[in-house]
């Protein structure tokens, strides 16, 4: 079984940086990882994901530039770094592991999920 943990979020003003981290108990190094995100009275979406090894990474377009996932298997942990935040990223950020190892866009293809983290993008 697997746990994961969000840590980072916060308040921070447009154009600013946050790096949200991503905590897993159980070995993850298999596992595919993903950053979703979900907005006030909107669907969860598709961020980030980084496959096992960290070779490839996916970017939603949105934030293709200014974000980057990437993951430290010797710590099991998760890490997105978000750059030039706009007001349109506020939202719970929550991360995901899938151990069939497809670093999908899909978030029902992701059998864990931590408890989400808040970001709040404002001035």
């Known amino acids: 079984q697997v746990q994961l943990v969000e840590s980072g979020g916060g308040l921070v003003q447009p154009g600013g940086s946050l790096r949200l981290s991503c905590a897993a108990s159980?070995?993850?190094?298999?596992?595919?990882m993903g950053w979703f995100r979900q907005a006030p009275g909107k669907a969860r979406e598709f961020v980030a994901a980084i496959t096992w090894s960290g070779g490839v990474t996916y970017y939603a377009d949105s934030v293709r530039g200014r974000f980057t996932i990437s993951r430290d298997n010797a710590k099991n942990t998760l890490s997105l770094q978000m750059n030039s935040l706009k007001p349109e990223d506020t939202a719970v950020y929550y991360c995901?592991?899938?151990?069939?190892?497809?670093?999908?866009?899909?978030?029902?293809?992701?059998?864990?999920w931590g408890q989400g983290t808040q970001v709040t993008v404002s001035s």
């Open positions: 995901a592991a899938d151990r069939l190892g497809r670093a999908s866009r899909t978030f029902n293809e992701y059998e864990y």
């Open positions: 159980g070995r993850i190094s298999s596992y595919s």
